[in-house]
């Protein structure tokens, strides 16, 4: 994105740089020595050498007070954005009391980790399915300059494009894979569809000198209007799969039988008997009630 605004001449893309800046401790001292300087003047005024007093008293006393109002204070993982006259002229990132000309601009951006959840999006899946999509990102400035001159509001630019990256990735794959062919899909495949996340939202973001540590999905689910059709498509498919489970094992389960009978040589049987007991087996494995023991008086020939 970044390099199509840039190369369609609508966005001069910034960098940040290294401001120029001292240390505030340094500049403190400077600033008692002034005030120590009106005081010794005051001293001067009142003890006959008024004009001589006034002078370094005044003089002294606004130099301590322009030098003053180049103070200002940075935490840990915060960074000041220096301009003159609008013209960017570096970011100051050191920590503690700091201090510049007194007519520079200093803008403060913080540079910590930020969590963001997105609402819930109504988008279509892959096969078009409406489904509910929401996502989490961890996010930060890397690139204070950018944040600040190539975006108008950076915190906003992250709100709305996180939208657009949400309902991408929920179009771009299936809900859920009923038939069986192992694609890709919203819900089974958690750690491909949130690396896909996070490089199209690094991607979108890169513009504003945003970058992103972490994402994923916190919600997921078939709209309203075809839950209720869907979870009973679920529901079948999920019976014919251990309907085919209990009958590969039942059939298993009866040829063991059948060939522990002959190779012990337990009971003849012929064609007419085996179909016979292949077909009691199956229903006693295969019913989902419990079988009824029946008593045979007679012979399978009556």
Known sequence: ?????????NLNTSS???????SGYLMLLVVLLALGAAGW????????????????????GLFALIVMCGFYMLQPNQGAAITLFGDYRGTDRA?????????????????????????????????GNPIEIAAQIVWRVTDTAQALFDIDDYKAFVIV???AAVR?????????????????????????????LREELIERLKVAGITVDECGLTHLAYAQEIAGAML?????????????MLVEGAVGMVQMALAKLSENNVVE?????????????????????????VVNAGTLYQ
């Open 95 to 127: 920590t503690g009391l700091r201090w510049v000309l007194p007519w520079l601009i200093r803008t403060k951006v913080s540079v910590r980790s930020n969590n963001f959840v997105s609402e819930r999006l109504k988008v279509n899946d892959l096969r």
């Open 161 to 163: 494009q996180t939208e």
């Open 1 to 9: 994105m970044a390099e199509r605004l840039a190369q369609s001449g």
């Open 168 to 196: 991408s990735i929920g179009s771009r794959y299936a809900y859920d894979d009923l038939d069986h062919h192992e694609e890709v899909t919203l819900r089974g495949s958690h750690d491909i569809v949130n690396a896909a």
């Open 41 to 60: 003047g005051i001293s001067l005024a009142a003890g006959g050498m008024k004009l001589t007093g006034i002078l370094i008293a005044a003089g002294s």
């Open 269 to 293: 049987l012929d064609d007419e008997r085996r179909a016979t007991m292949v077909s009691n087996l199956m229903v006693v494995l295969c019913g989902e009630r419990e079988a009824q023991p």
């Open 232 to 244: 009973r498509r679920q529901q079948a498919h999920a019976v014919v799969a251990a309907r085919a």
């Open 16 to 22: 940040e740089t290294r401001a120029v800046t001292s």
